[in-house]
């Protein structure tokens, strides 16, 4: 198997989340209040699946590796997806802290939760149907088969240290959150790929 292929596996479930995250803003928005238990297990998926897991993968072994074959780490495509990576920090870490308000009482962090949700949402998609249909075809054909199996160990050891159990832990929480929302994964998909033709149209 090679890296992009378990990096594209990551991004279907990440999608099932963004589309129960769409759901949890029309949601917050109709009752003007936000399910606390739900955002605050939506966040940590975020945090911890999407991008301690999958994007540190990216940032710390994939990128590197592809910038070791030439292509320019300052204004190449890598640089763009660093820089996607920290704007969807910095919705997640809003979406957050509206948590945190409206359980003390903000009755106005409702409006910002489902605001940043979406934004983050908009931003994913369009970033991961970048990954999937530009990076990593370009990944495939630069790196060669002996980086591909050194990703594969790194990979491995990326896992390791977000320690055991955890990845499964938030696959869990993926589950709970689509059975809450009534998303299944066709959905997810067919609205990744509704987003993606409104990118490339």
């Known amino acids: 198997m090679r890296t992009t ?43 911890n ?6 994007h540190m993968k990216e940032e710390d072994r994939l990128f590197p590796a592809m910038e070791k074959c030439g292509m320019p780490r300052e204004a190449g495509p890598t640089a763009v997806m660093r820089h996607e990576h920290e704007l969807g920090r910095a919705h ?5 802290e509206a948590t945190t308000a409206f359980e003390r009482g903000d009755a106005a962090a409702a409006a910002t939760f489902a605001f940043e949700a979406r934004a983050f949402v908009g931003l994913l998609r369009e970033h991961i149907a970048k990954e999937d249909e530009i990076l990593f075809p370009m990944a495939d054909r630069m790196l060669p088969a002996a980086v591909q199996d050194e990703l594969l160990v790194g990979f491995e050891h990326a896992e390791e240290l977000m320690g055991a159990g955890t990845h499964e832990t938030f696959l869990a929480v993926a589950e709970r959150l689509c059975a809450r929302y009534g998303v299944t994964r066709d959905l997810a998909m067919a609205k990744a790929h509704a987003c993606a033709c409104s990118h490339h149209g």
């Open 49 to 54: 699946f999407a991008d301690r897991c999958h």
């Open 92 to 96: 997640v870490r809003r979406m957050d």
């Open 5 to 47: 292929e378990i990096l594209m596996s990551e991004h279907r479930v990440i999608e099932t989340v963004l589309a129960c995250l769409e759901k949890m803003a029309d949601a917050t928005e109709a009752a003007r209040a936000v399910d606390v238990a739900d955002a605050r297990d939506a966040v940590a998926f975020l945090q």
